[in-house]
């Protein structure tokens, strides 16, 4: 089970995510996902991560989409 400090590190991932290429953001998301799938995990840890996917995949949508881009 995920610790606090990893909580943490995936949702301050989440926030960075305009500052990493697609892979390394795909990898953030799934970690997000990850704990959002875990029911051991706190409701209000799980809480914090999806709101900050929510934020990500915000911004993603907004971002210019290249032509060799899957998202």
Known sequence: MPDS???NKVCNNLETIDQV???TGATYRQEAQEILAT???????????????VAANQFLTSKTVQKDDSY
Do not use: K, W
Request: charged fraction near 20%; glycine fraction near 0%.
């Open 39 to 53: 029911p051991t995990i706190a409701l209000p840890d799980r809480t914090a991560v999806a709101d900050s996917l």
């Open 21 to 23: 290429d697609l892979v």
């Open 5 to 7: 400090i990893a909580i």
